[in-house]
C-alpha cells in the first residue's frame, strides 16, 4: 500500500517563500512508470495541478505557476519538495501530493492534503 503524508507551515505571510514536502512510503519515487504531483484547491475552488515530478527527476509545471514553482527530491528520505516564491493571499488553499500511474494516465494515490493560508 503507497502512502503519501504532505508536511509544511500551515501559514505563510505575504512575498515569503513555501515549501511542503510529500513523504512517501510502500513504493519508491524512482520506479519507473510514476510521476509525483502537486494539486491544490483553493477555498471554494477546484483542483489545480501544480506540477510534476518523475521517476528520473524530470519536472514538468502548469504554465500559470511555472515562475514561482519548483520541485526537487530526496532519494535517500523518499520523499519529494515543492517550492514556491512570493506568495500571496490567493496561493491559500488545501494542498495535495499524489501519484500519477503513466500507463493509466490517471492518478492512482493522493495524500491527505494540508491547509496553507497566506496571511500577515
Known amino acids: 500500500q503507497v502512502r503519501l503524508q504532505e508536511s509544511g507551515p500551515g501559514l505563510v505571510k505575504p512575498s515569503q517563500a513555501l515549501s511542503l514536502t510529500c513523504t512517501v512510503s510502500?513504493?519508491?519515487?524512482?520506479?519507473?512508470?510514476?510521476?509525483w504531483s502537486w494539486i491544490r484547491q483553493p477555498p471554494g475552488k477546484g483542483l489545480e495541478w501544480i506540477g510534476y515530478?518523475?521517476?528520473?527527476?524530470?519536472?514538468n509545471h502548469s504554465p500559470s505557476l511555472e515562475s514561482r514553482t519548483s520541485i526537487s527530491r530526496d532519494t535517500s528520505k523518499n520523499q519529494f519538495t515543492l517550492h514556491m516564491s512570493a506568495v500571496t493571499p490567493e496561493d491559500t488553499a488545501v494542498f495535495y501530493c499524489?501519484?500519477?500511474?503513466?500507463?493509466?494516465?490517471?492518478?492512482?494515490?493522493w495524500g491527505q492534503g494540508t491547509q496553507v493560508a497566506v496571511s500577515s
Open positions: 499524489a501519484r500519477i500511474r503513466r500507463d493509466w494516465a490517471a492518478y492512482d494515490y
Open positions: 515530478i518523475d521517476y528520473s527527476g524530470t519536472t
Open positions: 510502500g513504493g519508491s519515487i524512482t520506479t519507473n512508470n510514476y510521476y
